[in-house]
């Protein structure tokens, strides 16, 4: 089965770093892969995919996300953080065959500081 | 454009009573799913539908039911609410399985 791993509960940059949050996946084959942002008190918004081809993808927002299969990763990244940014953060997999669902990390949050 | 949208917000329940959480979807999307979100353990999925009439357990079914009689409202059910089924729930939608899903604003329920 899939699982994904966030190994980072809580990060704090400062306004205008820059900004890497992990993504670890286990998965068989090579799966589709999303990250979603949360702000308090709101559901979950897309903010990028990986299905197949360049392995760079970019998103909304600013921010970019860089498939790496050789060591199961799906990293986003953000060159500048702005005080906007300041949210939960998640990654998720899918299988392109077997299950017909999504498996969640348990969420980065970020914290951005003037 | 409303997306998806959950009723009610907020709701508190006693232990054993029963209520049912409303998720409708104005995309005329063929999935649907509702998941959990507690501290600590991202979300996971409860149940989920793949098209009108059709309903497939998640990773925590126990204790909700579900139905999908119209395309676009996916209900969640629970006939006996129990303290551990204090969380926040979301809905979501999706055209099909891989495309990416657009999720509701939650609903917080508190069971006493």
């Known amino acids: 089965a899939q699982s994904v791993t966030q190994p980072d509960i809580h990060i704090t940059v400062s306004e205008g770093a820059s900004l890497e949050l992990r993504c670890n996946y286990s998965y068989g084959a090579t799966p589709y892969l999303f990250w979603y942002v949360q702000s308090p008190g709101q559901g979950l918004q897309l903010l990028l995919k990986?299905?197949?081809?360049?392995?760079l993808v970019q998103g909304i927002k600013g921010f970019e996300a860089e498939f790496k299969r050789s060591q199961s990763s799906f990293n986003l990244r953000k060159p500048s953080v702005q005080w906007s940014d300041a949210a939960e953060y998640f990654c998720?997999?899918?299988?392109?065959?077997?299950?017909?669902?999504?498996?969640f990390g348990t969420g980065t949050r970020l914290t951005v500081i003037p | 454009n409303a997306g998806v949208t959950q009723t009610p917000k907020f709701r508190v329940l006693k232990t054993g009573q029963s209520m049912t959480l409303l998720c409708a979807q104005d995309m005329n999307h063929e999935y649907m799913y509702w998941y959990r979100q507690d501290p600590g353990m991202g979300l996971r999925l409860i149940h989920y539908s793949v098209g009108e009439g059709t309903t497939a357990k998640g990773e925590v079914p126990d204790g909700y039911n579900v139905s999908r009689l119209k395309k676009q409202n996916f209900l969640l059910g629970l006939e006996s609410a129990a303290p551990s089924q204090t969380s926040v729930y979301f809905c979501a939608s999706s055209e099909g399985k891989y495309q990416p899903q657009h999720f509701g604003d939650g609903t917080r329920l508190s069971i006493l």
């Open positions: 990986y299905f197949s081809g360049d392995t």
């Open positions: 998720a997999v899918g299988a392109w065959t077997g299950a017909n669902n999504l498996f």
